[in-house]
């Protein structure tokens, strides 16, 4: 009996330490990136050599599991200590290293890309943060970032209380949104563009034009799935923004007729009753 | 020990022990855990159910923790990721899982298995009782004849838990969409958190307590399932604070383990994900070799002390 308990004890030690699978990895990871948190919750007060042991760290896992996805992240994560630390020259360094070793996946590069941005940005130098950029735009324009871009600059320079060039930007996107829905107008590329669009007009307080980009979605996509969330963010454009209460009725009685059973459609029949 | 009387006339109590006026109560409950503790002391096969039952569950925990690894994710995985999601098949936050699954595992194996061993453990404590010796195989033969009698017993105990727990937590939140920003001065956020946990352990005592002797009712006093369900009531009902003290005494060393439990997310973020593991095997030792123990032998000595006939 005894025998039987300790072989039980030792196979479930075996198997729960000493086999290297992602789920190990996933560990490993946890563990340095504990670390990592604790500099970047206080990254002024944490000593250089603090930072290099956890930079080094960080670029051991990496190395170790080159082939994990978590090796990237790991590498990002010692650009994000550099930042947090003001060492902008060794991020940009970093993400450049990052950018060259990932450079057949977009995803990375733009993301290599946009931190480089940010570094400049941190450091006020703006048309160099514009560049990296408008540099993500022109090479990587349907990767996550990429897609995001075009409307970041737009809020970048609304936070930095810049109108006119905001609303350039905002111009700017609306136009490389419309020419990304106008190759394939039923695609998820398209419905997407459609959707930062509308978020576009919105930044410009253009209350007509989003809700014109909303219902572009409304009848492009409403064959290929439900288009509630989109009727009920009209129905609250016509209340809130443009003050049309009867207008925002029709919409509503719109999704409620058309989509009965919406997650949605209880807080319209509410909101119809006020 | 100062001996007094009891102002209600009914016999001889010490001081020091919880006791009743109700004309029914016979034997004071610091002489069944006298009784409980001596019968452990001399008989230590009396920890075999329990002891099985903590090895069940412990075997069950490490495989719901083994779950995310090769090669038991090829098996456990794809439940988990379709009922739950797919984050939970990683590091940490499959540990936030654990204190879910294993509570959900422990009622199924709680109708299943426990209760054919509650039904043995009753009989051991029984032949303790009758000063002979305790015999698991003997007293698991008996219980396997009345099996359906116990799993009804444990289900029905389950079941009312269950939507107890499950009306208590729709009940507060239908209160609160309703409009209402308070219940007796406690927002929302309170009561879904302590509180709800609080009404939840004084439904555990409470059902428990209803059904604390029908196990013994069953398997000693050979009474009928539904019979033996009655006079558990009944003798509740006869004996409500010596009951409840029964149930609620070997209760108070698990709260610290709902705490940690309560606490999961913290404890992942700001200690490491593996305590909640240790806590999950803590809480095994504890709910089956400390409560469950203390509550089965007090309540069926308390049965054998005050059997009428």
């Given at each position: 009996?005894?025998?039987?308990?300790?072989?039980?004890?030792?196979?479930?030690?075996?198997?729960?330490?000493?086999?290297?699978?992602?789920?190990?990895?996933?560990?490993?990871?946890?563990?340095?990136?504990?670390?990592?948190?604790?500099?970047?919750?206080?990254?002024?007060?944490?000593?250089?050599?603090?930072?290099?042991?956890?930079?080094?760290?960080?670029?051991?896992?990496?190395?170790?599991?080159?082939?994990?996805?978590?090796?990237?992240?790991?590498?990002?994560?010692?650009?994000?200590?550099?930042?947090?630390?003001?060492?902008?020259?060794?991020?940009?360094?970093?993400?450049?290293?990052?950018?060259?070793?990932?450079?057949?996946?977009?995803?990375?590069?733009?993301?290599?890309?946009?931190?480089?941005?940010?570094?400049?940005?941190?450091?006020?130098?703006?048309?160099?943060?514009?560049?990296?950029?408008?540099?993500?735009?022109?090479?990587?324009?349907?990767?996550?970032?990429?897609?995001?871009?075009?409307?970041?600059?737009?809020?970048?320079y609304s936070?930095s209380h810049e109108p006119v060039k905001m609303q350039e930007a905002y111009?700017?996107?609306?136009?490389?949104?419309?020419?990304?829905?106008?190759?394939?107008?039923?695609?998820?590329?398209?419905?997407?563009?459609?959707?930062?669009?509308?978020?576009?007009?919105?930044?410009l307080?253009?209350?007509?034009?989003?809700?014109?980009?909303?219902?572009?979605?409304?009848?492009?996509?409403?064959?290929?799935?439900?288009?509630?969330?989109?009727?009920?963010?009209?129905?609250?454009?016509?209340?809130?923004?443009?003050?049309?209460?009867?207008?925002?009725?029709?919409?509503?009685?719109?999704?409620?007729?058309?989509?009965?059973?919406?997650?949605?459609?209880?807080?319209?029949?509410?909101?119809?009753?006020? | 020990?100062?001996?007094?009387?009891?102002?209600?006339?009914?016999?001889?109590?010490?001081?020091?022990?919880?006791?009743?006026?109700?004309?029914?109560?016979?034997?004071?409950?610091?002489?069944?855990?006298?009784?409980?503790?001596?019968?452990?002391?001399?008989?230590?096969?009396?920890?075999?159910?329990?002891?099985?039952?903590?090895?069940?569950?412990?075997?069950?925990?490490?495989?719901?923790?083994?779950?995310?690894?090769?090669?038991?994710?090829?098996?456990?995985?794809?439940?988990?990721?379709?009922?739950?999601?797919?984050?939970?098949?990683?590091?940490?936050?499959?540990?936030?899982?654990?204190?879910?699954?294993?509570?959900?595992?422990?009622?199924?194996?709680?109708?299943?298995?426990?209760?054919?061993?509650?039904?043995?453990?009753?009989?051991?404590?029984?032949?303790?009782?009758?000063?002979?010796?305790?015999?698991?195989?003997?007293?698991?033969?008996?219980?396997?004849?009345?099996?359906?009698?116990?799993?009804?017993?444990?289900?029905?105990?389950?079941?009312?838990?269950?939507?107890?727990?499950?009306?208590?937590?729709?009940?507060?939140?239908?209160?609160?969409?309703?409009?209402?920003?308070?219940?007796?001065?406690?927002?929302?956020?309170?009561?879904?958190?302590?509180?709800?946990?609080?009404?939840?352990?004084?439904?555990?005592?409470?059902?428990?307590?209803?059904?604390?002797?029908?196990?013994?009712?069953?398997?000693?006093?050979?009474?009928?399932?539904?019979?033996?369900?009655?006079?558990?009531?009944?003798?509740?009902?006869?004996?409500?604070?010596?009951?409840?003290?029964?149930?609620?005494?070997?209760?108070?060393?698990?709260?610290?383990?709902?705490?940690?439990?309560?606490?999961?997310?913290?404890?992942?973020?700001?200690?490491?994900?593996?305590?909640?593991?240790?806590?999950?095997?803590?809480?095994?030792?504890?709910?089956?070799?400390?409560?469950?123990?203390?509550?089965?032998?007090?309540?069926?000595?308390?049965?054998?002390?005050?059997?009428?006939?």
């Open positions: 009996m005894k025998r039987i308990l300790y072989c039980l004890i030792l196979c479930a030690v075996f198997l729960s330490g000493c086999g290297r699978d992602q789920y190990s990895i996933e560990r490993d990871y946890w563990k340095v990136n504990r670390q990592a948190q604790f500099v970047l919750k206080n990254p002024v007060a944490t000593p250089p050599n603090e930072i290099q042991r956890v930079v080094s760290l960080l670029s051991n896992f990496a190395a170790g599991h080159e082939k994990n996805t978590l090796a990237v992240r790991a590498e990002f994560l010692i650009g994000r200590i550099y930042l947090a630390k003001g060492m902008y020259d060794q991020a940009r360094g970093q993400y450049n290293a990052i950018a060259s070793k990932y450079s057949k996946s977009a995803a990375v590069v733009s993301e290599a890309l946009f931190f480089t941005g940010s570094s400049y940005q941190l450091q006020n130098n703006e048309d160099a943060a514009i560049a990296q950029y408008r540099q993500i735009i022109d090479k990587y324009p349907l990767s996550p970032r990429g897609l995001q871009m075009p409307i970041y600059i737009a809020k970048y936070g111009r700017a996107a609306i136009a490389h949104y419309e020419s990304l829905a106008q190759k394939d107008a039923k695609s998820a590329l398209a419905l997407r563009a459609c959707t930062l669009v509308a978020e576009c007009y919105a930044g307080k253009d209350w007509h034009q989003a809700i014109a980009a909303l219902e572009t979605i409304v009848t492009n996509f409403k064959d290929r799935g439900a288009v509630d969330g989109v009727l009920l963010n009209i129905a609250v454009i016509y209340q809130r923004e443009l003050r049309d209460p009867p207008k925002a009725k029709e919409v509503l009685a719109r999704l409620i007729k058309d989509y009965p059973d919406s997650k949605y459609a209880n807080a319209a029949r509410e909101l119809l009753k006020k | 020990m100062v001996p007094v009387l009891d102002k209600a006339g009914l016999g001889w109590y010490t001081s020091n022990t919880f006791v009743s006026k109700n004309k029914h109560m016979k034997t004071p409950l610091t002489t069944i855990y006298h009784q409980s503790i001596q019968a452990l002391k001399a008989q230590k096969k009396l920890l075999i159910p329990f002891a099985i039952f903590a090895g069940i569950e412990s075997i069950v925990l490490t495989l719901i923790f083994l779950a995310p690894r090769v090669p038991f994710n090829a098996v456990l995985g794809p439940p988990i990721k379709t009922f739950k999601g797919e984050m939970y098949l990683h590091y940490p936050v499959n540990f936030l899982l654990i204190p879910e699954a294993s509570s959900f595992f422990r009622t199924i194996i709680s109708v299943l298995i426990g209760s054919l061993l509650a039904g043995a453990a009753a009989l051991m404590i029984a032949q303790v009782f009758e000063k002979k010796a305790a015999a698991f195989g003997s007293a698991i033969a008996g219980s396997a004849k009345k099996y359906f009698q116990l799993f009804i017993i444990i289900l029905s105990t389950a079941v009312i838990l269950h939507y107890a727990y499950k009306g208590v937590t729709i009940g507060l939140a239908k209160y609160f969409i309703a409009g209402h920003k308070q219940l007796f001065g406690y927002t929302y956020s309170v009561w879904r958190g302590p509180l709800t946990i609080i009404i939840s352990i004084f439904i555990l005592l409470v059902v428990q307590a209803f059904f604390v002797y029908a196990v013994p009712f069953l398997m000693i006093g050979k009474e009928k399932l539904f019979k033996a369900i009655w006079r558990s009531f009944v003798l509740f009902s006869r004996n409500i604070w010596q009951t409840l003290l029964i149930v609620t005494l070997p209760f108070l060393v698990y709260i610290p383990v709902i705490i940690l439990q309560y606490k999961t997310a913290y404890l992942i973020d700001n200690v490491f994900p593996e305590l909640v593991l240790i806590v999950a095997y803590i809480e095994i030792l504890l709910s089956s070799l400390v409560v469950d123990l203390f509550v089965t032998m007090s309540a069926t000595l308390f049965y054998l002390n005050n059997k009428e006939g």
